[in-house]
């Protein structure tokens, strides 16, 4: 079964530090870019980062920038989150989601794969 | 960064109606757009990608459409199990954006 599991959540307080991780299991997980997104409570998806399978291309919303770190370790088939300085904003569920493709007469990308989330609550 | 402004905000319907879902980029993606449904304490499920490629065993009631900037979801009959939150999101550019989302729930 393909499957993707969250964990590293909690209460931290702010300006402090968190590393969450995605266990990825069913799956070549070295052929595959991944993603996290995350979600505040009541509120919509927020896209935060990617990685590309080889860890060569990386991106970050601006949100998160300078403050939060995407890894991977292809051969322990896991993705990590880094956060640093958090803030009560970042008070959220934190998903991790593969990107899966399709390549035809154009080529998409798509979350196809995502995990259960974990929770991440900043607060003094 | 793209901005995708999704209406309504929440649609009331009856089991067995057809819903329309409105997806609205401010520049050009192509059909580089993705849907997906979250149902409450659950991870998204992906519907549509590339804007009107049904996603992996999701049932034919759904279908996407249109390209550039405007782009609609649509739920030929609705079925209970259809009344969750609705998001597209661009796969066009960096950041990837979502829209705000919207809400199907039984009137």
């Known amino acids: 079964e393909v499957q993707l599991v969250e964990s590293g959540g909690g209460l931290q307080q702010p300006g402090g530090s968190l590393r969450l991780s995605c266990a990825a299991s069913?799956?070549?997980?070295?052929?595959?870019?991944m993603k996290w997104v995350r979600q505040a409570p009541g509120k919509g998806l927020e896209w935060l980062s990617y990685?590309?399978?080889?860890?060569?291309?990386?991106y970050y919303a601006d949100s998160v920038k300078g403050r939060f770190t995407i890894s991977r370790d292809n051969a322990k088939n896991s993705l990590y989150l880094q956060m640093n300085s958090l803030r009560a904003e970042d008070t959220a569920v934190y998903y991790c989601a593969r990107q899966g493709y399709t390549y035809g007469r154009a080529a998409y990308y798509y979350m196809d794969v995502w995990g259960k989330g974990t929770t991440v609550t900043v607060s003094s | 960064e793209i901005v995708l402004t999704q209406s309504p905000a929440t649609l009331s319907l009856s089991p067995g109606e057809r819903a329309i879902l409105s997806c609205r980029a401010s520049?050009?993606?192509?059909?580089?757009l993705a849907w997906y449904q979250q149902k409450p304490g659950q991870a998204p499920r992906l519907l549509i990608y590339g804007a009107s490629n049904r996603a992996t065993g999701i049932p034919a009631r759904f279908s996407g459409s249109g390209s550039g900037t405007d782009f609609t979801l649509t739920i030929s009959s609705l079925e209970p199990e259809d009344f969750a939150l609705y998001y597209c999101?661009?796969?066009?550019?960096?950041?990837?954006?979502f829209g705000q989302g919207t809400k199907l729930e039984i009137k």
């Open positions: 990685i590309s399978s080889s860890s060569t291309t990386i």
């Open positions: 069913g799956f070549t997980f070295s052929s595959y870019s």
């Open positions: 999101q661009q796969c066009s550019n960096w950041p990837r954006t």
């Open positions: 520049q050009s993606i192509s059909t580089y």
